[in-house]
């Protein structure tokens, strides 16, 4: 008698336990089965041009110098990725011409898309995604960031659109002829008159606005000016790590009347604010180290191992961020940007693009229904998506002015 007690309180735990962390990950895993995960940002077109082009990198085998290749994307269940024409700003100081480079990027974005037409397939419009994931293949979504791309110009602007450009970040890291950055000197007070026709020209060509990396009024500049939803392709939380580029709950409430989504950035920095305070510090440090005439060995190892000393952003972090920005702007507006292989270090538990399912998981663990994940993995953008064609093809019917 008192073994068949045992044996029905065991039973018993097992029923009301939660799901083991395995049964998680696989119900995460049957969910990106029957739904696109859409990834805002990944800079692995710059990663590549950097080592020689499509040609010098095999993504068809690992890849373990980068965060990005085709067996982890299958493993992490990605069905569509913007992948970043990244501009550097340094093209407008050096006498080169931002445009070219932009061309060059979205070339060898389509020479890497092309490459690989067992795993790849374009995609301008959120049907061909559909379509795309449908066949069993990946969308290659292109967004080039740094809006100093289209050297002041409208007519560049829409012929990025028509080589199939789907996002523009404003500025990157400084503040540009016609819009302010987060990280650099206020010019404008937000968009100038130009800026303020960029974004109408995007919304009018169906190019969706995206908002990482610029001042709060620029943000809000553009929120007053888009008539579609606008992005943020890799930007977290400021409420809880207060890192310029990340997110205020001001703007989040404007977004959530806009339509848009924030898509949740990976990037320590912009995860923990225990490690963007110590990061601090470690600037700090290494400028006393040097005044205090240390060579470039020493300081280098002085500063590795104070990094590695010091705190680290976890997957969980990254869920809290994804659970703040449902909580302030509502489930409709949260996304995933990871920046992968645009960033130096990563969450402890998201090294790369093969663990997106863990992330996934680790929401379905805290109690989040399949209806709202599917959501966040990509339904929001591909909601988002349709709304700015739905509006391109509206303004498009208009007589210009």
Known sequence: ?????????????????????????????????????????????????ERGGPDSVNLAVSQPKLMTDIPRLRAGHVGGQFWAAYVPVSTIHEGEHPAVYALEQIDLVYRLCGRYPATFAMART???????????????????????AIENSLGALRAFAQ??????????????????????????????????????????????????????ATMMDALRVSRAPVI????????????????????LTLLAKNGGVV???????????????????LQKRTARLR????????????????????????????????????????????GIGSDFDGISSVPVGLQDVSKFPDLVAELLRRGWTEVDVKKVAGLNTLRVLREAERV?????RQPER
């Not at 959120?126 to 100093?148: P, Q, T, W, Y």
């Not at 130009?194 to 919304?203: H, I």
């Not at 943020?232 to 703007?251: E, G, K, T």
Request: charged share 20%.
């Open 1 to 49: 008698m008192t073994k068949l007690i045992s044996l029905a309180a065991v039973v018993s735990i097992v029923l009301t336990s939660p799901l083991a962390a395995q049964d998680y990950r696989a119900q995460a895993i049957r969910i990106l089965r029957t739904v696109p995960l859409i990834d805002g940002h990944n800079d692995i077109p710059d990663a590549v041009r």
């Open 126 to 148: 959120a049907a061909d995604v559909e379509r795309n994931f449908k066949a069993g293949k990946i969308s290659c979504l292109i967004g080039i960031e740094g809006g100093h």
């Open 163 to 216: 080589l199939g450009v789907r996002y523009m970040t404003l500025t990157h890291w400084e503040t540009i002829d016609w819009a302010d950055a987060a990280t650099d000197s206020a010019k404008h007070n937000g968009l100038t008159t130009f800026g303020e026709a960029v974004v109408r020209e995007m919304n009018r060509v169906g190019m969706l606005v995206d908002l990482s990396h610029v001042s709060d």
């Open 232 to 251: 943020f392709s890799h930007s977290s939380a400021r409420a809880l790590d207060n890192h310029v580029r990340n997110v205020p709950d001001s703007i």
């Open 263 to 281: 898509m949740t950035n990976f990037a320590p920095d912009y995860v923990s604010e225990s490690l963007r305070v110590y990061d601090d510090s």
């Open 291 to 334: 005044a205090a005439g240390l060579d470039s060995v020493a300081v280098r190892d002085s500063v590795n191992a104070w990094q590695a000393a010091g705190p680290k952003a976890t997957l969980a972090q990254v869920a809290d961020h994804v659970e703040y920005l449902r909580k302030v702007a509502g489930v409709d507006h949260v």
């Open 392 to 396: 391109a093809g509206e303004m498009q």
